[in-house]
């Protein structure tokens, strides 16, 4: 069996494997930690891989703790008929979560199973106060780009696998993103983990399937 390479043209994309989406940490992921040896592993494989890191101030919007004890107008938080606690912000709902990533903190640090020595760039996202960015391409005002489309492009690359945390959240939206953007997107989907909120997952599937983002099995990258 021989390895595949990806060629110059393919970036690796690990999407925000910090202590925090992580079990132990503040917004644990179940199994989360169980896809980290899969993605150092397929990492050591690309020559260019990217790293996302979740990376909010203080008080930032989509923690549920800065709306309690508060009365702004129409700022309050709601729950859904399915249960998710949910905030109305001028760029449309936002889901509340405890309290996460918050910047230089122990929680925001990437996960120490995570070894890719050759990450060519780490891509910090979700800091302004006021707006999240679920997408490493796209805040989630959907106007406010990261840069990192035209990094990739400037590089010549033009076809992008997805890992990482958390699969109907940040990747999905990161792999949708970026289908939108032109670049051929490929979810690895044994390397990722979602939340799994009622519907997330069914969501984020309609939206791979109409913005034309594949989905594959890491065994799938190697060839006979
Ligand atoms: C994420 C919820 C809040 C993610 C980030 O990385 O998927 N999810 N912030
Ligand atoms: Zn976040």
New binding site residues.
């Given amino acids: 069996m021989t390895a595949w390479s990806p060629t110059s043209n393919d970036a690796l994309l690990v ?2 494997m910090q202590r925090d ?1 992580l079990p132990g940490g503040a ?1 644990a992921i179940s199994g989360g930690d169980a896809i980290l040896p899969g993605i150092n592993s397929v990492a050591s494989r690309f020559q260019h891989v990217i790293l996302t890191q ?1 990376w909010h101030p203080r008080g930032h919007i ?1 923690f549920s703790s800065t709306h309690q004890n508060r009365i702004p107008s129409g700022q309050t938080p709601s729950l859904t008929p399915e249960g998710r606690l949910i905030l109305h912000t001028p760029y449309g709902v936002q ?1 509340l ?1 405890p309290d ?2 918050v910047q230089g903190t122990a929680g925001a640090e990437f996960h120490p199973g995570l070894a890719i020595p050759h990450a060519e760039l780490i891509l910090r996202k ?1 800091l302004h106060p006021k707006i ?1 960015s ?1 997408s490493a391409f796209m805040e989630n005002d959907h106007q406010t780009p990261t840069g990192l489309a035209g990094y990739l492009r400037e590089r010549g690359i033009a076809r992008l696998f997805f890992s990482g ?2 699969y109907d ?3 999905g939206f990161s792999a949708v993103a970026a289908a939108r953007s032109g670049f051929e997107s490929i979810v690895i989907e044994d390397l990722t983990r979602a ?1 799994d909120l009622p519907n997330t997952v069914r969501s984020i599937n309609a939206a791979f399937t109409e913005t034309g983002v594949a989905r594959i099995h890491s065994a799938s990258l190697v060839l006979a």
């Fill in positions: 999407i925000d989406f917004l979740d989509s889901e979560w996460h990533c979700g999240d679920y945390v958390a959240f940040c990747v939340i």
